[in-house]
C-alpha cells in the first residue's frame, strides 16, 4: 500500500546534497552581489569561511586551507597536477572517483612508477599494503560504493610520501583526522548542502614544502599554478583567490557553517550522520529484499548509504534486465514526491544510493522506508 506521510525533505541526493534544515533562499539575502571579492568586505567574507572551516574541522594552524576553482575535482586536480612526480605513487581506488584519479595519474600524467591498490565496489584494497616512502592518494569515502576507510591508523606519522585525500563526501560527517595527512580536499556541495564549482583544499607544511622545491615538467594552467618563482603564492590561502568566486555562494556556505556550529560543531554533525547510518540499518535488518553494498560495517559510509537488491527475483534476472529496476524505484519515487535522486550512481552496481550527511534529518529517512518498500513492490509487480 501507498504510504500516507512523505517525508518532509525528499532530497537524499549525494551531491549537490540536501540543504540544511530549515533553509530558504532567504539565507543569501546578505550575500555580497555585485562587489568584488577582492574588496576588503569580499576578501573578509572568503576568509570567514576557512576561518570557520578551520575551526569546524580541527585544521592544525600550521595548515593552509583555501578557496580553489572547480570544486573538488579542481582542488585534488591542482593537487595531483602540482605535487606528484618526484616519488612513485600508491593511489587506492574502490569506486569510480577513485578509478578517476587512477585515470589522471596513470594515462594523463601517464607517470612512470604508479602501483594501483584496487577492490572491487563493495570492498576496500588491503590498507597494509600501502607504501608510505612513496606519494599515496586516496577517497576518504568512495561516494559510489559507499565503503571509506576505518580511520587514519594505516596512515604513519612519520612517512616520507605525501598522503593526499579527496575527503568531499567525509569531512563534516565523519571523523577525519586532518592532521594525519598533506592534502585534503572537498567541495561546498556536500555534507554542508552548499553549492557546487567551489573547492576547498588544505595542505600540510609538508605539502607546502614539496610545492616550493619541486617545480613538475609538464605545463600548469593558471588554475592549478599554487607557485610563483618557486615560492607558494600564499595568498591563495589568504582570500586572494585564484580567479572569482561567486558571493552568493560564498555566503551559502558561510550560511551552513554558522549552521553547523550553532548545532553542536563536528561532533553533532558526525552524531547525526551516524544515527542516519543506524537507522537505515536498522530498515535493512527487517527487510528481506535489501542489503548494504558494504558487507564490512567498518568500512561502511554514513553519508553515501549505498544499498543492493539481494530478493531471489532481482538477482536471478540476467544484468541488463536487473540495471533498470533501481532508476524505476527512483522514478517512482520522484513522481511521487516521496524521495529525489536515490539510485545508485551510474558506474555503480545497480541499487540505491541514500544520502546520510548532516543535512539529512533521520525522521525524513524513516519516512522513506515505507516508499522504498512501496516503489520496491510496484516494480516488482511489473
Ligand atoms: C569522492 C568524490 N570525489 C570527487 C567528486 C567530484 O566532486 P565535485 O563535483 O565537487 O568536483 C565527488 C562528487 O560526488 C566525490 O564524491
Known amino acids: ?97 577513485g578509478q578517476g584519479w587512477v585515470t589522471d595519474i596513470s594515462k594523463q600524467l601517464k607517470l612512470p612508477d604508479v602501483r594501483v591498490l584496487a577492490a572491487d565496489y563493495g570492498q576496500i584494497p588491503d590498507l597494509a599494503q600501502v607504501d608510505f616512502s612513496r606519494d599515496v592518494v586516496f577517497t576518504w569515502n568512495g561516494t559510489t560504493s559507499g565503503v571509506r576507510v576505518p580511520d587514519a591508523a594505516w596512515i604513519p606519522e612519520t612517512r616520507e610520501g605525501l598522503a593526499i585525500c579527496d575527503a568531499t563526501s567525509a569531512v563534516f560527517a565523519m571523523d577525519v583526522p586532518i592532521g594525519a595527512m598533506d592534502v585534503v580536499t572537498y567541495s561546498w556541495q556536500k555534507v554542508l548542502g552548499g553549492e557546487g564549482q567551489h573547492g576547498m583544499l588544505i595542505l600540510s607544511p609538508r605539502a607546502v614544502e614539496r610545492l616550493e622545491s619541486y617545480a613538475p615538467p609538464w605545463p600548469l594552467p593558471k588554475i592549478f599554478r599554487m607557485t610563483k618563482g618557486g615560492k607558494l603564492s600564499d595568498g591563495i590561502f589568504q582570500a586572494d583567490t585564484i580567479n572569482t568566486p561567486s558571493m552568493l555562494c560564498v555566503e551559502d556556505a558561510l550560511d551552513g557553517l554558522r549552521w553547523a556550529e550553532e548545532i553542536g560543531g563536528l561532533p553533532e554533525l558526525v552524531l547525526r550522520s551516524k544515527a542516519n547510518l543506524a537507522a537505515v540499518a536498522d530498515w535493512v535488518a527487517r527487510t528481506l529484499w535489501v542489503e548494504f553494498l ?77 516508499w522504498l518498500d512501496w516503489a520496491y513492490e510496484e516494480v516488482k509487480k511489473g
Open 1 to 97: 500500500m501507498k504510504p500516507a506521510a512523505r517525508p518532509r525533505n525528499p532530497c537524499f541526493s549525494s551531491g549537490p546534497c540536501a540543504k540544511r534544515p530549515g533553509w530558504a533562499v532567504s539565507a543569501l539575502e546578505g550575500a555580497l552581489v555585485g562587489r568584488s571579492h577582492r574588496s576588503k568586505e569580499g576578501r573578509a567574507r572568503i576568509k570567514e569561511v576557512s576561518d570557520r572551516s578551520r575551526k569546524l574541522l580541527g585544521v592544525p594552524d600550521e595548515y593552509r586551507i583555501g578557496l580553489v576553482p572547480a570544486s573538488d575535482t579542481g582542488a585534488v586536480e591542482m593537487s595531483l597536477w602540482s605535487l606528484l612526480g618526484p616519488r612513485g605513487v600508491d593511489v587506492l581506488a574502490w569506486e569510480s572517483f
Open 294 to 370: 558494504a558487507e564490512d560495517p567498518a568500512i561502511r559510509s554514513s553519508t553515501s548509504i549505498c544499498l543492493k537488491i539481494v530478493d531471489p527475483w532481482f538477482t536471478e534476472l540476467p544484468a541488463e534486465e536487473q540495471a533498470p529496476i533501481p532508476k524505476k524505484m527512483a522514478s517512482l519515487l520522484e513522481k511521487e514526491g516521496a524521495a529525489y535522486d536515490v539510485a545508485s550512481y551510474r558506474d555503480a552496481p545497480p541499487g540505491l544510493r541514500l544520502w546520510g550527511g548532516a543535512t539529512v534529518l533521520k525522521a525524513d529517512l524513516e519516512a522513506l522506508f515505507p
